[in-house]
Each structure stands twice: as C-alpha cells, then as structure tokens.
C-alpha cells in the first residue's frame, strides 16, 4: 500500500460514523490514560497525560504552539483555556476539523485557536514558526516518521521544545507477538528509545522521557467494557456491524497490551541552538 493510500484509509477512518460514535466512548481526549485505580474514571486520566506532557515540554502561558494530528481539538482547548497558549491544531481529516470548530465556539480560549488542514509529513509552515511541536499518540500512524519529527525541527525556533506520546513496542515481542502488533499498525511501532534517537537526530536535545506502558492495558480494557456496555447507543450512530468489527479491534489491542509489549510513552526536546 502506497503512503497516499495508507493516508486516504486512516482518513476515512476517522471521517466515518463510527468515529463520530467513539466520542461518546472517549469524549475529546482520544488516547489512554495514566489511570491509577480501578475506580478511575478514563476521561480525567487522559486529561492527566495531556497534563503531563505540558510539564516535561515546558509549557508556559502566551507560547505558540503547532498542534498536530488533533483529533477533535481535545488538547488544543486544554491548552489554551488552563495555559494560555495560542495553538494552531491541524489534523488530515476534515471532518475532525469541522467537529473541532464545532466543539470550540464559545468555549474558554477559543479565540486562541486556529484550526487548520495540514499533513505532519509535509507542514505548510515557514521554519521556526512555532515555540513547541505537539503530537499525541498519532505517529504510529505515518509511513515517514523521521521525516515527520524533521518537519518538527523545522517549523520549531531555536530553543523551542517538541511533545510526543505515542504507543510503542515495549521490549522483544516473540513471533506471535510481533505479528499482532503488525496487524494493528501497519507502518510498525518505534520504540520509546527510537524516538529519543530521532530527536536528537533531528537536532533536538531530550529534556524528559518517561515509559507509559504501565497504564496501556487498564485503558484498552476500559474502552473495550465502554464500548460493549453502549453498544446499542453506538449502533444507533454507526450501525451494528461496525461497532461489532471495531469491539473486535479492541479484543486485538488488549491482547496486544497484555503482552507487555505494546507499549506507551512520552518524550520532550528541546531545539538545540548551535
């Protein structure tokens, strides 16, 4: 499958009723959680990484901030009405983008917030652009992550920070492992120590990393129970056959997280100056 066609299916994936659907399952904050306890609720641990990640890149108030594969603008809110930070979010699919400005009007910082088409392999931005580089748990889906990270090093000024979580292979997975997380990802998953290599090559120093993986398999057990608990209020916006195919992805997900080697992570740089 070609890059293009690769993007084409991600796209439709995210621009299909299902998609629509999961957000009464994940709300706006569309990726796992540090949960801590069984009674945990899975939104305010999501926001809780999204938190986080704010610390190890050094988010302050009034810095500009490229938002990368959105989602449905969950972070890019958070940002600007708790930090003040203006945010550029843009995301592949346009249909996000509608639901973001949607779900944006009239909300704390929306006038910070400019939401926008753009491809993180190919960014229509001058370079050094941007104060920070932020991208949640979407780099599993490029064909071209070096080239991405190095699209971040170059709309990022000097000195400027790059936020990345993203899942990842934890360990050395055996053969059946490895085929499994092959059926989840079809561009592979990097290791958490192969993004610390591709920022530094990409000239960025890293200043905090931190192994996630931990909370992967509480939060994919919650999503599954979620999604099976509301499947007939998801059939009414998607239809049954494709909540059916998408509990089956989660069974995929779980079994992979139970493993151990699906992995979760962040990683913070900064832009080097010389």
Known sequence: MSDEAFQREITARYDAP??????????DQIHPGLLESED????????KATERLAELAEIR?????????????????????T???????????????????????????????????????????????FDVYWCQDALLFSTARST??????????????????????????????????????????WSLESYREALDAAGFDVIASEDWTRHVLPS??????????????????????????????YHLWCDAAATGNLGWGAVAGRKRET
């Not at 779900?103 to 050094?128: H, Q, V």
């Not at 994919?220 to 195919?245: S, T, W, Y």
């Open 61 to 81: 108030n009034g810095i500009h901030v490229l938002e990368t594969a959105c989602g449905v603008g969950g972070t890019a809110r958070f940002l600007a009405a």
């Open 148 to 189: 991405a990270i190095a699209e971040a090093a170059r709309v990022v000024k000097l000195g400027g920070t790059i936020a990345i979580t993203d899942l990842t292979v934890a360990g050395d997975p055996d053969a059946a492992t490895t085929a499994m997380l092959a059926d989840i990802s079809k561009p592979g998953f």
């Open 40 to 47: 945990e609720e899975l939104y305010p641990a999501a926001v």
């Open 220 to 249: 994919f057990l919650r999503i599954r129970a979620d999604i099976i608990a509301k499947k007939d209020q998801l059939a009414a916006i998607a239809g049954v056959a494709e909540v059916e195919d998408t509990i089956e992805r």
């Open 83 to 129: 930090m003040g930070c203006r945010v550029t979010a843009t995301n592949i699919s346009r249909g996000q983008l509608e639901t973001s400005v949607e779900w944006t009007e009239g909300k704390p910082g929306a006038d910070l917030i400019s939401y926008e088409f753009a491809n993180f392999e190919e960014l229509a931005y001058d370079d050094a652009s």
């Open 18 to 27: 299902m998609y629509r659907a999961m957000l009464e399952v994940w709300g």
